[in-house]
Nanobody
Framework: QVQLVESGGGLVQAGGSLRLSCAAS????????MGWYRQAPGKQRELVAT???????TYADSVKGRFTISRDNAKNTVYLQMNSLKPEDTAVYYC????????????WGQGTQVTVTS
């Protein structure tokens, strides 16, 4: 099992910034991907950004140029720097840990609320 502990959500005005952190512990492996997904009320959970242990990054089009994902492999921690926040970024943000090998497995954090006011 992998445990994920998220921090950094909150309330911010449009145009502001927040930084999310997620630390993984337990049965972590070296070949993995970590990232963030979000779910707004009445909507499906969607990808925000992911980064593999090798450093490959994927962003949703809606956050490109505003959000930056990074990780510290030694600490098994992933970060999401969110700048120029918009009201439509309001959602519960979930940390994800995807074990690539051996055997694929997904793990989720409990979620952290991000609210952007106009």
């Amino acid at each position: 099992q992998v445990q994920l502990v998220e921090s950094g959500g909150g309330l911010v005005q449009a145009g502001g910034s927040l930084r999310l952190s997620c630390a993984a512990s337990g049965s972590t492996v070296s070949l993995n991907a970590m990232g963030w997904y979000r779910q707004a009320p009445g909507k499906q959970r969607e990808l925000v950004a992911t980064i593999t242990s090798g450093g490959s990054i994927t962003y949703a089009d809606s956050v490109k140029g505003r959000f930056t994902i990074s990780r510290d492999n030694a600490k098994n921690t992933v970060y999401l720097q969110m700048n120029s926040l918009k009201p439509e970024d309001t959602a519960v943000y979930y940390c994800n840990y995807y074990r690539i090998f051996p055997g694929s497995m997904n793990y989720w954090g409990q979620g952290t609320q991000v609210t952007v006011t106009s």
